[in-house]
C-alpha cells in the first residue's frame, strides 16, 4: 500500500523554524520527484517546492526561496522541507507527494500521483 507519512508540523512564532519530514511507507521513493505543497484555510493547494529523485535538482515557490530547503535521504526513504524565518503567512497545511519523473520539476498539484495526510504549521505573530 503506498502512503506517505508527513510530521514535524506544529505552532511556532514567527522568526521561529520547523523541519518537516514525509517517509514512504510500503514502497519506495527514491524514483520518484518529490514536492511539497501547502493549504491555507479559504485558499488553493499551492506549490511550495521540489526536489528531482536523484536530488541533483530542486525548485522553489518565490514565496519560500531563501528560507525553506528540501532534501532528501532516500536510504532513510524521507523527505524534508527545513522552513525558517517562518511568517505567519507561512500557516497551512502542508502536504507532500510524489510524482513518477518527467522532464522538470512539476509544480501544478494534479501532476503529482501520491499525497501524505498532511501536516498542520502554525505560525503566530
Known amino acids: 500500500q503506498v502512503q506517505l507519512v508527513e510530521s514535524g508540523g506544529g505552532l511556532v512564532q514567527a522568526g521561529g523554524s520547523l523541519r518537516l519530514s514525509c517517509a514512504a511507507s510500503?514502497?519506495?521513493?527514491?524514483?520518484?520527484?518529490m514536492g511539497w505543497f501547502r493549504q491555507a484555510p479559504g485558499k488553493e493547494r499551492e506549490f511550495v517546492a521540489g526536489i528531482s529523485w536523484s536530488g541533483d535538482s530542486t525548485y522553489y515557490a518565490d514565496s519560500v526561496k531563501d528560507r525553506f530547503t528540501i532534501s532528501r535521504d532516500n536510504a532513510k526513504n524521507t523527505v524534508y522541507l527545513q522552513m525558517n524565518s517562518l511568517k505567519p503567512e507561512d500557516t497551512a497545511v502542508y502536504y507532500c507527494?510524489?510524482?513518477?519523473?518527467?522532464?522538470?520539476?512539476?509544480?501544478?498539484?494534479?501532476?503529482?500521483?501520491?499525497w501524505g495526510q498532511g501536516t498542520q504549521v502554525t505560525v503566530s505573530s
Open positions: 510500503g514502497w519506495t521513493l527514491s524514483s520518484y520527484d
Open positions: 507527494a510524489a510524482r513518477r519523473p518527467y522532464n522538470n520539476i512539476a509544480t501544478m498539484a494534479r501532476l503529482y500521483d501520491y
